[in-house]
């Protein structure tokens, strides 16, 4: 059973900085798989963060450019997000979505963590 677990989630102020770890766990990782992190405000739709993919290219909203850093462990099947210089507007439940490119394409979520921003 494939599972993804966040962590690292909590309150900071803003300025401050915080690392969300991302495990996933079940998958034969023989077959590759990408890394996205989204993240959704109260009120508003979940929005694409920061991916990395199993060729090691990286993406980021432009919300976040120059403050947050995406970077994997394949041997541990863990993706990282460090984030610096957060805002209050970064405040928001963050998740993790893995997907695996086996015999079939397969979506696999976690269950969030949430990150408060205070000013």
């Known amino acids: 059973q494939v599972q993804v677990v966040e962590s690292g989630g909590g309150s900071v102020q803003a300025g401050g900085s915080l690392r969300l770890s991302c495990k996933v766990s079940?998958?034969?990782?023989?077959?590759?798989?990408?890394m996205t992190w989204y993240r959704q405000a109260p009120g508003k739709e979940r929005e694409l963060v920061s991916f990395i993919n199993s060729d090691g290219s990286t993406g980021y909203a432009d919300s976040v450019k120059g403050r947050f850093a995406i970077f994997r462990d394949k041997a541990y099947n863990k993706a990282y997000l460090q984030r610096n210089s957060l805002k209050p507007e970064d405040t928001a439940t963050y998740y993790c979505k893995i997907l695996w490119y086996a015999a079939t394409t397969s979506t696999y979520w976690g269950q969030g963590t949430q990150v408060t921003v205070s000013p």
């Open positions: 079940g998958l034969v990782t023989y077959y590759r798989y990408d």
